[in-house]
Structures are given as C-alpha cells and as structure tokens.
C-alpha cells in the first residue's frame, strides 16, 4: 500500500488530496486517522470497486473508489482539527484478513 | 465510540521484565487481532485470534482471546529493547470487513 505524501502542511480552507494505491488486488480498502491515545478511527472504507461507506468520523473527508487499486482520500475545506496522521489500508477478502497499512501521511493544517 | 479500550495507556520496563496488556470491550467480537507499530510505519499484524478462550504463542508473546469474546490480553515474557512500539488490539464486529481499532497501549523497553 502506498501513500505518496509523508508529510503535509495545509492552511485552513484549503482542499487536501491524499492518495493511496494498492497493488495487492484487495477488495477492501480503509482511510483511518490516528491521533494521540485514541488508537485508529475508521474515516470512509470501501468493499470494492464503485463502493464507499462512511466509518466513525466521516464528517469534512470524501472519498472515490473508481478502480481496485486508486482509494484517495479527500478534505474539500481543511480545519485545524483535521490535523493527524492519515493511514490508508487494504484487505483481502475472508473474515481474518490482515489489513495492510500504508506508511502514514502527516497532515498539519495551519 | 470507542469501543475497545486497551490499558495501560503507556508502559515504561527495562529489559527482562514481563508485562501484560489488556483489551475490553461490552461489544462481543468475531475476532480479534494484534498489531504493533513502530515510529513513521502503519501498524503490522501479529496475531489473529478466533475463538473463545484462545491462546495463540508468537515466541516470548502470548495472545489470550477471552471466553465470551469481549476481551483479550497480551502478555510478554522477558520484554527486548526491540518490543519498543505501539500496541493496538482490533475487533471484527458485525461488519467483517470493518475493523475496529483499541486506544493502543504504548510500550518502552530499556536497557
């Protein structure tokens, strides 16, 4: 799973477009946050190609599924408390699966 | 919501030491995974474990799943400097592409 942005600093308003690409050919797909001793929450997954769903803490992020491999992540309007660290996942398909993470984006809004 | 708590929240050892971390939950989970993260990295699978009452051994780490599903443990023996990260529990529900992740618990081992 690959995250292109390690580290990234937005002002407030600004859109923010994470990718994340997965050559894996895995069905699910995840957008977590994680922020300081609240473990990962769960933003938008999808099961497959053409599917979204909204995880724990969708509010202010977008997200497209358009092939098996592409899951960007999007915020229309940055806010200071959407600063964290962003990991994408993917997942096969079966019950036990392991989720796949990528290296995290750190995201900074000003 | 959060529906796995993990404790403690942050653990400071030295080396040789043993340690055991918990994970609780109200919710009845279908499994339940371990995950350690180091520093830049996203987290990475140790463990799965499935049924109730489970003990799953990964060298100087055993992984306890409770009777009723709802809890799990982490016990290391003679904690590594090499232990040093993250810990995260994780819960499959009703959902079962849908995890959920515990609060972590944070481990430092000293020499």
């Known amino acids: 799973v690959t995250q292109s942005s390690r580290y990234l600093v937005k002002r407030t308003g600004e859109k923010v477009f994470l990718e994340c690409v997965q050559d894996?050919?895995?069905?699910?797909m995840f957008w977590y946050r994680q922020d300081p001793g609240m473990g990962l929450r769960l933003i938008h997954y999808?099961?497959?190609?053409?599917?979204?769903a909204k995880g724990e803490v969708p509010d202010g992020y977008n997200v497209s599924r358009s092939t098996t491999e592409d899951f960007p992540l999007r915020l229309l309007s940055a806010a200071p408390s959407q600063t964290s660290v962003y990991f994408c996942?993917?997942?096969?398909?079966?019950?036990?699966?392991?989720?796949?993470f990528g290296n995290g984006t750190r995201l900074t809004v000003t | 919501t959060q529906l796995l708590e993990q404790s403690p929240q942050f653990l400071s050892i030295q080396e040789g030491e043993n340690l055991t971390v918990y994970c609780n939950s109200s919710?009845?989970?279908?499994?339940l995974q371990w995950y350690r993260q180091e520093p830049g990295e996203g987290p990475v699978l140790l463990v799965t474990?499935?049924?109730?009452?489970e003990v799953k051994k990964l060298k100087r780490l055993t992984f306890q799943f409770g009777d009723a599903r709802k809890d799990s443990s982490l016990h290391i023996t003679a904690a590594q400097p090499g232990d040093t990260g993250l810990y995260l529990c994780?819960?499959?529900?009703?959902?079962?592409?849908?995890?959920?992740f515990g609060t972590g618990t944070r481990l430092q081992v000293t020499l």
């Open positions: 474990v499935v049924t109730g009452g």
């Open positions: 894996m050919d895995h069905e699910n």
């Open positions: 999808s099961v497959g190609e053409g599917t979204t």
């Open positions: 996942a993917s997942k096969g398909t079966g019950n036990n699966s392991p989720l796949h």
């Open positions: 919710s009845v989970f279908s499994s």
């Open positions: 994780a819960g499959y529900t009703g959902t079962a592409s849908k995890l959920t």
